[in-house]
């Protein structure tokens, strides 16, 4: 069975500070997601890494795939109050068949 | 090009009634998944439709079916509604299994 871990689970930072959540999985991945949610909305996608080493970054956020330890990191940096909500890893395990496995997600908040 | 659109954005039902939840694609997505998002239980795949078929579902009980249309529209459909169905229920469309998933508004059911 895939599991899934995000850690922290919650967070809060100071605006202007920097931080990387983590998203570990347990078996082979086709794909690793990471979704923004703010309260009472739906997923916004955020980033898609498909290899081993991809990186990706948009603006104060960047994301990382490490296939062989099957990590991920998102990278915050400088971080700003609008950067504020709940991120979520997911794994895309069996090509589209099993939808994707979501990590328990990261509840972030940022002070200004 | 316009997103995943679901309705009704909100439904408040009793225990025991029946509901359905409706969801279009993105224009030239033929799959369609289904997500519950409950509280306290993260968000947990529970089906996918693919050119009209029911290709696979996740672990929930059988009173969670739906159908897909030849326009590749979606219904979700929930029988003998229970309190722990209450929920945010998230449809997400790709352009063919295992592409990226793009997700739906949402409909947020409160069962009473």
């Known amino acids: 069975e895939l599991k899934v871990e995000q850690n922290p689970l919650f967070l809060s930072m100071q605006e202007g500070k920097n931080y990387t959540i983590y998203c570990n999985y347990s078996t082979t991945s086709d794909r690793l997601y990471w979704y923004r949610q703010d309260p009472g909305k739906s997923l916004e996608s955020l980033f898609v890494l498909l290899s081993n080493g991809a990186v990706k970054q948009e603006g104060r956020l960047m994301a990382s795939l490490d296939t062989k330890a099957r990590l991920s990191t998102l990278h915050i940096t400088a971080a700003v109050h609008d950067l504020s909500a709940t991120y979520f890893c997911a794994v895309d395990m069996g090509g589209g068949a099993d939808g994707l496995t979501f990590g328990k997600g990261t509840h972030l908040i940022i002070q200004p | 090009e316009a997103g995943v659109t679901q309705s009704p954005t909100h439904l408040i039902k009793t225990r025991g009634q029946q509901v359905t939840l409706r969801c279009s694609p993105i224009?030239?997505?033929?799959?369609v998944y289904w997500y519950q998002q409950a509280l306290g239980l993260g968000l947990q795949f529970l089906l996918w439709y693919d050119e009209g078929e029911e290709r696979n579902r996740g672990n929930f009980p059988p009173r969670f079916s739906g159908r897909q249309f030849p326009n590749y529209s979606s219904e979700l459909n929930v029988n003998a509604l229970e309190l722990e169905d209450s929920a945010l229920y998230l449809c997400?469309?790709?352009?063919?299994?295992?592409?990226?998933?793009?997700f739906g508004p949402g409909t947020r059911l409160t069962v009473l």
């Open positions: 997400a469309s790709s352009f063919t299994r295992g592409n990226e998933q793009f």
């Open positions: 224009s030239g997505h033929t799959s």
